[in-house]
Nanobody
């Protein structure tokens, strides 16, 4: 089971990025996916999640600016980041949890994690 996050980079304030999380070794259809981030010197923070049936949820700091989506056929979950601000600078991680039992919900913990992709927002 592997997850590979990509799409990070350097962007100016107000800009956009699209992060991708590609999964290998399991059927994405059966898994809820979460995105987390960790800024330098800070604790890891939950960002967003998408349930098995496509229900979504967002942390307050990103609500209205970030959008999560899933493409099971492509084994990929995307996180669209808009209106980026310097405080969004962090390493972004995706994580997966088998959650067919609760298809409309996001889990509180995840068993599988990707390696992270760095997002830097700076002028």
């Amino acid at each position: 089971v592997q997850l590979q996050a990509s799409g990070g980079g350097l962007v100016q304030p107000g800009g956009s990025l699209r992060l991708s999380c590609v999964v290998y070794g399991f059927t994405l259809d059966d898994y809820a996916i979460g995105w987390f981030r960790q800024a330098p010197g800070k604790e890891r923070e939950w960002v967003s999640c998408i349930s098995v049936d496509g229900s979504t949820d967002y942390g307050n700091p990103v609500k209205g600016r970030f959008t999560i989506s899933r493409d099971n056929a492509q084994h990929t979950v995307h996180l669209q980041l808009n209106s980026l601000a310097p405080e969004d600078t962090a390493i972004y991680y995706c994580a997966a949890e088998h959650y067919m039992r609760y298809p409309k919900r996001c889990p509180r913990s995840y068993d599988y994690w990707g390696q992270g992709t760095l997002v830097t927002v700076s002028s």
